[in-house]
């Protein structure tokens, strides 16, 4: 817990950005809506407390494990999904395990309370997951990729807190997608490592 804590002051720029984003996206919601951004105003499914977060946090249990799956099955399988990993690999790279555990904490908290506990309930599901997949760009060809699996992404994690009413699931998915994913980066190169062909050619001038 303490390299945890040292770790968010590490990382302090980020910490403090998705700290603010999370408090000012609590407090618009509690003003504009009267009620708590934890918790969506009008859900598919009536349940009552607890049974809605606990159904809520399973959900997204499930759905973080399948991002995670699927994402090693694309960089395993597809080049479109390997260059993006590779163009993202650089901001993992030097990130220590505890620096990963905190910085996947405050972004799930900082971007859930606005994309989902804010703007969820007052533009709709799909209009809050392309806010979310535009503001998740990254310079390189594979910008619209990053943009479009964003996209996805958050329709996914809209549709958890739309269906149970509860914000505990995206939460949920949410760090647990950005802690697997960025050791994932950090740990993983898509690229095999080139073989020296001996003799003359492998010589270096």
Known sequence: ????????????RFAAAYAILGAASSLIAVVWRSGSPLVHPDPWLMLGDPGRHIYSAMLGAALGGLIVMSTRLFVTRFSWARRL????????RGMS??????LAALSAVGEELLFRGL?????????QALLFGLVHQIRGPS???????????????????????SLAGPLVAHALVNGLNLHYLKAHDPEPPRR????LLGQRS
Do not use: K, N
């Open 1 to 12: 817990m303490h390299a945890i804590v040292l770790a968010m002051f590490r990382w302090g």
């Open 85 to 92: 990993h590779a163009e993202l690999r650089p901001l993992a």
């Open 97 to 102: 395990l505890s620096g990963i555990i905190a």
């Open 119 to 127: 703007l969820a309930p007052w533009l709709g599901l799909v209009p």
């Open 143 to 165: 910008r619209w990729v990053w943009v479009a699996w964003a996209t996805l992404v958050g329709l996914l994690l809209g549709g958890v807190f739309q269906l149970s009413g």
């Open 196 to 199: 020296s062909l001996g003799g």
